[in-house]
């Protein structure tokens, strides 16, 4: 079975602050990866997806990830937090042509970010 | 384009009763899943349909969960009877029938809070 780890429940940084968040996953075949936001109050939506090709993903509102392979990681960054992205992250797996193809979740970041 | 919707959005029951949930997907999507999110946790998958068959339901606690999808559009998650554990965010999401077989972006309703006392 897969699983995903998410190496820290919360953060805090300031505004302008650059974010590392960390995920890695326990499945060695192939895998999809995804990353999903939860601002407060809303519902859980994608923030960026890595299928196959360029492993450094762009999502939106500035966000991006790296595939590396090597390390089954899938860090999400951003060099310059905003006070909007306080927000909870959730990393994410699945593994479609292995039968795992529901997705499973880490347990997710909560990322405070003060102004 | 309406997104998931689900109600209640919050419920509050004591222990032993019983509770039920409802989703309705975006029109046309054929898979429909139910995950559980409890505090501090990630979402975990309950039970996931294709069109109104189970696909997987391996993690539902089959003694006191059920859900139903009878028309292929709509479902109902069902608790009876409700345990204290069982406090958590009940989430609906959806993708389309062409994305059925390696889903990539879930559609997630907003969720159902329960508390059980």
């Known amino acids: 079975a897969q699983s995903v780890s998410q190496h820290n429940h919360h953060v805090i940084l300031s505004e302008a602050a650059s974010l590392e968040l960390g995920c890695n996953y326990s499945?060695?075949?192939?895998?999809?990866l995804f990353w999903y936001v939860q601002y407060p109050g809303q519902h859980l939506q994608l923030l960026l997806k890595?299928?196959?090709?360029?492993?450094l993903v762009k999502g939106i509102k500035g966000f991006e990830a790296e595939f590396i392979k090597s390390k089954f990681s899938f860090n999400l960054r951003k060099p310059s937090v905003q006070w909007s992205d306080t927000a909870e992250y959730f990393c994410?797996?699945?593994?479609?042509?292995?039968?795992?193809?529901?997705?499973?979740f880490g347990k997710g970041t909560m990322l405070l970010v003060s102004p | 384009e309406a997104g998931v919707a689900q109600s209640p959005r919050y419920k509050i029951i004591e222990k032993r009763q019983s509770v039920a949930f409802w989703c309705n997907p975006i029109?046309?999507?054929?898979?429909l899943y139910w995950y559980q999110q409890i505090l501090g946790q990630g979402p975990k998958l309950l039970i996931q349909?294709?069109?109104?068959?189970?696909?997987?339901d391996s993690q539902l606690p089959k003694d006191r969960f059920s859900a139903e999808r009878l028309k292929g559009v709509d479902s109902t998650l069902k608790i009876q009877p409700a345990k204290l554990e069982d406090s958590a965010v009940y989430l609906c999401?959806?993708?389309?029938?062409?994305?059925?077989?390696?889903?990539?972006?879930?559609?997630f309703g907003e969720g159902s809070r329960l508390t059980v006392l």
């Open positions: 029109s046309g999507h054929a898979t």
């Open positions: 890595y299928f196959s090709g360029d492993p």
């Open positions: 999401a959806s993708i389309p029938r062409w994305a059925s077989g390696s889903p990539g972006e879930l559609f």
């Open positions: 499945y060695g075949g192939t895998v999809n």
């Open positions: 994410a797996v699945n593994a479609p042509n292995s039968g795992y193809s529901t997705l499973t």
């Open positions: 349909f294709q069109n109104n068959g189970v696909v997987d």
